[in-house]
């Protein structure tokens, strides 16, 4: 019973967001991503989609998030929105991240990627156009599978502070105080695969077509990256979502190597008080604030 009510609830929500969507204007752009779409599955096998689509999707996004990051240290004016101003970036940190993030890349999460194709044949994930979800119920599924990594992430991570493993694993990734983009994915092996595992858990759970791998690791790679950055831009759209994390949030997390365990969202840290630390901080700053002015 408690099935098919959860199944009814479901299905409904789905027929909710389709609606909605249907009353939003066309994409512009709908035209010509179809005849990409179309021409990529005519060109190649769902293989090579799934594993080296996959693979350049990440590599190409990972590098293009952390851009601006990286090119906002040679601009004077960004330097004011630096959250840990006494310790900026050096090419030595940069390229030793550099280094690690290959390594990561390819030869832990590529045998990973490598899965993606046999997961979506195991499962009938579909790739075709025609099957393909609308915009708003993309975005609901992305959205679902941040929720299930952010909580994955909130108690894996604290996990890995305990003073007994932390110095084995996570300490690695603690390694720079003041974080930059790139270090969003400066970590340990085991870490990598641990805390990794939350966000193939929403996949398995609402994957409903190809591309929500793809619009997931999007959405994953931004957010991971911005909250790395070590710049608090005011004008950021991600500080518009309710509940979100941001930069300053992870920032404090790596300034003081604890509390502030969750990834995307503040709500696991407020439920258990893990960011009481982080709340008189700024407390205290905005008294500072007002005293300069």
């Known amino acids: 019973?408690?099935?098919?009510?959860?199944?009814?609830?479901?299905?409904?929500?789905?027929?909710?967001?389709?609606?909605?969507?249907?009353?939003?204007?066309?994409?512009?752009?709908?035209?010509?991503?179809?005849?990409?779409?179309?021409?990529?599955?005519?060109?190649?096998?769902?293989?090579?989609?799934?594993?080296?689509?996959?693979?350049?999707?990440?590599?190409?996004?990972?590098?293009?998030?952390?851009?601006?990051?990286?090119?906002?240290?040679?601009?004077?004016?960004?330097?004011?929105?630096?959250?840990?101003?006494?310790?900026?970036?050096?090419?030595?940190?940069?390229?030793?991240?550099?280094?690690?993030?290959?390594?990561?890349?390819?030869?832990?999460?590529?045998?990973?990627?490598?899965?993606?194709?046999?997961?979506?044949?195991?499962?009938?994930?579909?790739?075709?156009?025609?099957?393909m979800p609308r915009r708003c119920t993309l975005l609901v599924r992305c959205f679902g599978c941040a929720v299930i990594e952010d909580t994955w992430h909130y108690f894996l991570h604290r996990l890995l502070h305990h003073k007994r493993i932390y110095k084995y694993i996570h300490k690695v990734h603690h390694e720079f105080q003041a974080p930059f983009g790139m270090e969003a994915e400066y970590a340990h092996p085991l870490e990598t695969l641990i805390l990794g595992t939350g966000f193939f858990i929403g996949i398995v759970l609402l994957c409903d077509h190809v591309i929500l791998l793809w619009a997931w690791v999007t959405?994953?790679?931004?957010?991971?990256?911005?909250?790395?950055?070590?710049?608090?831009?005011?004008?950021?759209?991600?500080?518009?979502?309710?509940?979100?994390?941001?930069?300053?949030?992870?920032?404090f997390h790596h300034m003081n190597f604890i509390g502030n365990y969750a990834s995307t969202f503040t709500w696991w840290d407020r439920i258990f008080g893990t960011d009481s630390q982080f709340t008189a901080y700024c407390e205290k700053m905005k008294k500072i604030e007002k005293k300069t002015e």
């Open 1 to 131: 019973m408690a099935t098919n009510e959860s199944i009814s609830i479901f299905s409904s929500a789905s027929l909710a967001v389709e609606y909605v969507d249907s009353l939003l204007p066309e994409n512009p752009l709908q035209e010509p991503f179809k005849n990409a779409w179309n021409y990529m599955l005519n060109n190649y096998t769902k293989f090579q989609i799934a594993t080296w689509g996959s693979l350049i999707v990440h590599e190409i996004l990972y590098f293009l998030f952390c851009l601006p990051g990286f090119l906002f240290q040679f601009i004077p004016y960004m330097k004011k929105y630096k959250i840990q101003k006494d310790k900026p970036e050096t090419w030595e940190n940069q390229w030793k991240c550099f280094k690690v993030i290959l390594f990561n890349h390819f030869c832990i999460q590529l045998p990973l990627i490598c899965g993606t194709y046999y997961f979506t044949e195991y499962f009938n994930i579909p790739y075709d156009w025609e099957r």
């Open 219 to 251: 959405i994953r790679l931004i957010e991971t990256i911005d909250v790395h950055s070590g710049y608090d831009i005011p004008l950021n759209p991600l500080n518009l979502i309710p509940f979100y994390a941001g930069s300053r949030h992870h920032d």
